[in-house]
């Protein structure tokens, strides 16, 4: 069902959602041209760069709500939110489609290091720069070993989440 743009006096169909407010309880259904006025002037990020923003849902995600599981946003939610926030396309996304990001998936960008918004090819590339510092063959405490199969596993797990998507 398609729901008419929550802009008052608008007609047109709602297919933009936006959020109500940094929890990402509630949500307007907007449709292009008044989802682009209400992205400008939702201004409670204005002033952060976009690392920032990005490190601020992270922390949402895995720190201090960590403890409150019920009510701290899924990892779909905080890359809806970050590409709504920085202004990218989220015409094609998938959300709120139950396509959530998989545990494993969250887990394995954590231990790359990498923002739940990583791209493939970013992936790729933290994961070509770890396994040079960590392989085996240079590498020559045990530490370095372990650490070595924890990013290989991490992107195996990362590049057949990738692979199944089309
Ligand atoms: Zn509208």
Redesign the pocket.
């Known amino acids: 069902m398609i729901k008419?743009?929550?802009?008052p006096g608008?007609?047109?169909a709602?297919i933009i959602r936006a959020p109500k407010n940094r929890h990402l309880t509630e949500f307007w259904m907007?449709?292009?041209?008044?989802?682009a006025e209400y992205n400008k002037n939702w201004n409670y990020y204005a002033n952060m760069t976009p690392a920032e923003i990005e490190a601020d849902w992270e922390r949402q995600m895995f720190g201090d709500t960590i403890n409150r599981a019920g009510s701290s946003p899924n990892p779909h939610q905080v890359k809806f939110i970050n590409d709504f926030v920085l202004g990218r396309d989220t015409s094609g996304d998938q959300y709120p489609v139950s396509r959530p990001l998989p545990t494993g998936v969250v887990t394995a960008l954590k231990t790359l290091n990498l923002p739940l918004t990583a791209t493939l090819g970013e992936i790729g590339n933290r994961y070509r720069t770890l396994a040079k510092k960590y392989h085996p063959d240079i590498a020559t405490d045990h530490h370095d070993a372990t650490e070595f199969t924890k990013i290989s596993d991490a992107y195996d797990v990362l590049r057949r989440h990738f692979s199944s998507k089309k």
């Open positions: 008419r743009c929550d802009h608008c007609g047109k709602g907007f449709c292009r041209t008044h989802a």
